[in-house]
């Protein structure tokens, strides 16, 4: 029997959440993926190189993250558990470079829901879409992600 | 040599990137990915959770390979050139394979005005020993001409 989810939620606009960048978790992030490229892990190498400081990883805004707009929050609005989600769709446009010390401010909404029958049964499209910019108000990077909810 | 600088003139269209494969899945990686991304999600850490959740057992964070496709590019084309990526997750990851990331070239775009960057469009995949595939997807990256 198919759970029900709460379809409402289309359009929710979460509160917006500064987030600063830390240096260690740039660094933490590149060697979790193994991606050991010194513009994001030497800051010395990294002084020397276009940006004159370390930058994120193109996935990083990933760690973007606040407990009343989370996964978590995202959860309790659709009225799921944990365990039925998959991760269906994931992007990223970039703008200008993320850097180290810098604070952003995140502003997320849920763009669209959707339903249809998948390979193992139906199952719910859940967009949302993040816009960080920075101190200058300028749009650093769209986040853009779908999750599947297996109804 | 690794990381050297690319120019938009060292690619074509249909040029190839170079295959990156990664090393096997372990769970230490999933739980460094963890801590490292805030997803904390049971069914990446927990083999009971992941069971009970019918998945058989636990599986790669989706935002893990992406992160490897994403190293592919910028391992070719540079660090600081993806202007965006995207991704669709076709099939899940599990502990001990080994994911190859793939791509090349579809299209080239001169800069709008003299001195911007060019913009080269990739078709990007990854998949796993098996051959099959675990992740499609496009980037765009911009590189400078030599001028």
């Not at chain 1, 669209?112 to 193992?120: F, H, L, Q, T, V």
């Not at chain 2, 960057?117 to 911009?142: C, F, H, M, R």
Request: include cysteine.
């Amino acid at each position: 029997m198919p759970i029900q989810i709460n379809t409402a939620v289309k359009g929710k606009e979460y509160p917006p959440y500064p987030v600063t960048v830390e240096r260690g978790k740039i660094k933490e992030f590149a060697r979790a993926i193994g991606d050991l490229s010194p513009f994001y892990l030497d800051d010395e190498v990294a002084k020397a190189g276009p940006w004159g400081d370390i930058i994120a990883p193109p996935t990083f805004p990933i760690t973007f993250r606040d407990e009343r707009s989370d996964t978590g929050a995202l959860l309790r609005d659709l009225g799921v558990d944990i365990g039925r989600l998959l991760h269906g769709e994931q992007e990223f446009e970039h703008f200008k470079p993320i850097r180290p010390g810098q604070t952003y401010l995140c502003r997320g909404r849920i763009t669209d829901i959707y339903e249809k029958a998948g390979k193992s049964g139906p199952m719910a499209f859940v967009v949302r879409e993040t816009t960080v910019t920075d101190s200058d108000n300028d749009i650093v990077a769209l986040v853009r992600g779908t999750t599947v909810v297996r109804l | 040599m690794k990381y050297a600088k690319v120019y938009a003139e060292d690619v074509q269209v249909g040029s190839e990137m170079p295959p990156l494969v990664k090393p096997p899945i372990q769970q230490i990686q999933l739980t460094r990915y963890a801590g490292a991304s805030g997803d904390f999600n049971p069914i990446h850490q927990d083999v009971a959770f992941a069971k009970a959740a019918g998945m058989g057992d636990v599986f790669a964070h989706g935002m893990l390979s992406m992160g490897f496709v994403a190293q592919s590019v910028t391992d070719w084309l540079g660090v600081g050139s993806v202007r965006k990526i995207g991704v669709r997750f076709a099939a899940v990851v599990r502990l001990g394979d080994v994911v190859t990331c793939r791509g090349k070239v579809l299209a080239k775009r001169p800069p709008k005005d003299g001195n911007g960057p060019y913009l080269v469009d990739l078709e990007l995949s990854a998949e796993n020993q098996k051959g099959e595939k675990v992740i499609t997807g496009k980037a765009t990256a911009a590189l400078p001409s030599r001028g």
